[in-house]
């Protein structure tokens, strides 16, 4: 292959010529004195990616020009177009007719309907204008390629594509540019799935990796659901797909591609896609090449449904059983613009979308820019970098893709849009594997990437929402889908920066509608803040990538902490060390509407209970905000009691008191024997206790009797023993679990039983508990050692509320009560059996019944 400066012969005569693959095309060339640095040749079988070597520019196909420079890049641009920025109609009127110039678009405002038009732009005077190609040479390309700073060796597609070059490179200092052809960024996929409902917090792209409930690697904690839910939670309206825009002001966002679902007559979306904002009317769109307000229809071949696929990871409509869910889906109502392949094309698509009102404008497209962008500092100064000025200027965020050729992006080459200033360039990071990789990208990366997102490569990918490809691939199972499906096999996967550009275009979304205000720099410096960067991040992807939750959280003002007042204990109040006390408070968050039963459930917050002596006590986290201490036992002195109360997203506050933790003594009483009372040395004597203690329970093994004539005797509440002829001190002895001791006592007479009759109360039980006005039975014996068996009137029975009850070994009776509810203390009944015997010596007897209920 000959390259500049070869001579050959092709046909009669020598001349000096640019060889092609596959034949000689004479091309005129400065004589060898004038050669530069830079060389170039022309290669006809240069690859055109898809195959494609014509674009859509103004409504028809034209030809592609190709242009690899010497860093390896290969820039894509229409062969006879040029970008004219003339100061005056003189300048224009020159550049014209020195290339046979026809002005196919103005720069002026495309003709919107008046009722589409939001906002009011200014546009910059850049002309589309296609030119004569026979009316130019490439003499003096080497030089004015040189001038402008370029070295090395050019390869062009064919003549034409080094005769437009040439125009640039002669006409860039006075404002011409070519008219670059912008890929989609992005290939699409279909995922082998049956039928069933998907769950969109099952897609590791939507979730934190921080759920308790579920088991595994659950995300890549990009929080896009916590952030919906947040957005709720701070009344920015409302999570259910809206049906009526009068609810509240969408964000617009404007999807500026080409192949969206909806028909070309009316408007509506195809396969009865109600994954659309406001789906009883046609969504907002607008066909820039064609001028009209329908934006239907399939894309090029290899990528017929990419704008549909970019609304569905951006936009579609979330939980309403059908299709995917978009990361803005809560909140965005998209606009639909068609471009054509152009680089004029794409910024009269963003001057059209900020005059449509978008607050968010996402270009799932880009291409490189080397050469010329160099010589023709496009790079600043362009006519799509002053369509992104403009928007930016009434306020909409312009996203854009980094690519996907996997190249640096800091060689010297520049790829447009998303290195255009004032553009948040987006790369992508792989979702990372079951064999825990490193989450990496795959596609284009540099400096300018402002932050990145995800993309999904095998299934489960990113989903999208319906195409019309998809649903004829599954027809059968569209056709006989259920009402309760979701008809998900008919969902394609989103790939390449192109879907990880509108992901982040839909967090821009939400982040807009917690504060339209923000800005484009207010947006990056927040995703990149917020952004999640770990060692398992990709060093290629140092702003590492987007967390929705976090971005949403730090665009809006601070989440008002709740309010909590602890109401029991009171402050100062004594605690027992071995009580385990009941807290009560008081919770309201400012963000929950008091009246509204499902928010305050679905919101609800949690209050822990903690001692600045035992740490956490208790806690709980619904309404009312109470607890009991789960410590058996709390830890003598004075403890500071913290309730800290901790909303649905993370503020929190707290109240304090202080309570003095004590160890009481125990009170022991002895509720029998009594000193009023004559016992006798051949009758069990009945020992009974009654050992209250304001800090615990006593227990049995803690309790003690004893005689100062008979020593210890036994442990316990309750015995019966019988004791030896004289005046005993009886002394009951309480310890709690801390040690702490008390006593009772009291000093009885224990008379010699010779002779004595021998009394016993058979039933009932002593402490017995029977209702009020219930007949009971009691019955007794006697014996006595002269008499034998006493009955009759020997027995007498007696109470000491009631009086005399009657005679004999058995009576009924109804013991007397209190009016009205009794507890089981109300009337406390001891029961006499007093037995004579024909000496007239007597024995008395005692049991206690408790008349009243249980309450």
């Not at 039928?195 to 099952?202: H, R, S, V, W």
């Not at 299934?459 to 019309?468: A, D, E, K, Y």
């Amino acid at each position: 292959m000959l390259r500049y400066g070869a001579v050959s012969t092709c046909g009669i005569g020598l001349s000096v010529s640019i060889w092609f693959v596959g034949g000689c095309v004479p091309m005129e060339l400065p004589p060898p004195q004038m050669q530069s640095a830079v060389t170039f040749e022309v290669d006809p079988t240069m690859s055109f990616p898809d195959g494609a070597d014509t674009v859509m520019s103004e409504g028809e196909e034209r030809p592609i020009g190709m242009l690899l420079g010497p860093d390896g890049v290969t820039e894509r641009f229409v062969e006879d177009e040029v970008l004219v920025r003339a100061e005056t109609p003189e300048e224009l009127d020159d550049f014209l007719a020195k290339y046979g110039g026809v002005v196919l678009r103005d720069g002026t405002i495309p003709s919107l309907p008046d009722d589409m038009i939001e906002v009011e732009v200014e546009r910059a005077g850049w002309y589309l204008v296609r030119v004569d190609l026979s009316m130019t040479s490439v003499n003096d390309m080497p030089a004015n390629f040189e001038e402008a700073g370029i070295e090395g060796h050019l390869v062009f597609s064919s003549e034409d594509a080094a005769r437009l070059s040439s125009i640039i490179a002669r006409e860039a200092p006075n404002g011409a540019a070519p008219n670059l052809v912008l890929d989609l960024t992005s290939s699409l996929e279909h995922p082998d799935y049956s039928q069933g409902n998907l769950d969109a917090e099952d897609w590791k792209w939507m979730v934190e990796d921080d759920n308790q409930f579920r088991d595994g690697d659950q995300g890549l904690s990009i929080g896009v659901i916590h952030a919906w839910e947040y957005l709720t939670y701070r009344k920015v309206p409302p999570l259910v797909p809206p049906t009526d825009s009068s609810f509240y002001t969408p964000v617009r966002v404007a999807i500026i591609d080409r192949g969206f679902a909806l028909s070309t007559s009316t408007g509506r979306p195809l396969n009865d896609n109600v994954d659309f904002f406001n789906t009883t009317n046609a969504p907002l769109q607008w066909d820039e090449a064609d001028d009209d307000t329908r934006a239907g229809g399939s894309g090029e071949s290899s990528k017929p449904w990419h704008g549909q696929e970019a609304f569905g990871v951006c936009c579609a409509a979330e939980r309403n059983q059908f299709g995917g869910a978009g990361t803005g889906g809560p909140v965005a109502q998209p606009i639909l613009i068609k471009m054509g392949g152009t680089i004029y094309s794409a910024a009269d698509s963003i001057y059209s979308a900020a005059n449509m009102g978008a607050h968010v404008i996402n270009l799932s497209f880009g291409g490189f820019c080397g050469v010329s962008c160099r010589t023709a500092d496009i790079f600043w100064d362009n006519r799509i970098s002053d369509a992104v000025t403009a928007a930016t200027n009434v306020g909409a965020i312009v996203v854009a893709g980094a690519g996907n050729e996997g190249q640096s992006l800091d060689s010297g080459s520049s790829f447009l849009p998303c290195e255009v200033s004032r553009v948040l360039c987006v790369g992508s990071v792989l979702l990372a594997n079951a064999n825990g990789d490193r989450i990496k990208t795959r596609h284009n990366y540099g400096a300018n990437v402002a932050i990145s997102a995800p993309e999904g490569v095998t299934s489960p990918g990113i989903f999208s929402t319906l195409t019309p490809s998809a649903v004829e691939f599954d027809v059968d199972d569209f056709a006989n889908a259920l009402p309760d499906e979701t008809r998900e096999d008919e969902l394609g996967v989103f790939t390449g920066t192109s879907c990880a550009t509108a992901f982040t275009s839909g967090i821009v979304a939400l982040m807009k509608a917690a504060d339209l205000s923000l800005d484009y720099s207010d947006v990056r410096e927040i995703l990149q803040a917020t952004a999640n960067k770990t060692e398992s991040v990709d060093d290629r992807v140092p702003n590492g990538y987007v967390d929705a939750y976090r971005a949403v959280v730090a665009s809006m003002s601070p989440n008002e902490p709740p309010a909590i007042q602890i109401t029991q204990p009171v402050n100062g109040q004594t605690i027992g060390w071995k009580t385990q006390p009941f807290f009560k408070t008081l919770y309201s968050d400012p963000e929950v509407d008091s009246t509204d039963v499902t928010a305050i459930d679905r919101f609800h917050g949690e209050v822990v209970i903690t001692s600045s002596i035992d740490g956490e006590l208790c806690r709980d986290s619904s309404l009312p905000y109470d607890c009991t201490s789960q410590l058996a036992e709390l830890s003598l002195g004075e403890h500071t009691i913290t309730a800290t109360a901790t909303d649905a997203f993370g503020a929190s506050a707290i109240d304090e008191i202080k309570v003095q933790v004590v160890n009481r003594a125990p009170e022991p009483i002895i509720l029998s024997p009594t000193a009023a009372k004559v016992y006798y040395s051949h009758i069990p004597i009945l020992f009974s206790a009654f050992i209250p203690d304001p800090d615990e329970t006593i227990l049995e093994e803690n309790v003690t009797w004893s005689s100062d004539i008979e020593g210890v005797m036994s442990n316990g509440f309750e015995f019966s023993q019988t004791l030896t002829i004289g005046t005993h001190t009886i002394t009951l002895e309480a310890v709690d679990g801390k040690g702490l001791a008390a006593a009772d006592q009291v000093t009885i007479t224990v008379e010699s039983g010779v002779g004595a009759p021998t009394p016993v109360i058979t039933s009932p039980d002593y402490g017995t508990l029977v209702a009020p006005g219930q007949m009971i039975t009691i019955t007794g014996e006697a014996t006595d050692p002269e008499d034998g068996i006493l009955s009759g009137a020997s027995l007498e029975w007696s109470s000491n509320i009631d009086g005399l009850l009657g005679t004999g070994n058995s009576i009924q009776v109804i013991l007397s009560s209190p009016a009205g509810p009794i507890c089981e203390s109300g009337a406390t009944h001891e029961i006499s059996l007093k037995a004579t015997d024909s000496d007239g010596k007597e024995v008395i007897v005692t049991i206690i019944i408790r008349v009243g209920i249980i309450c």
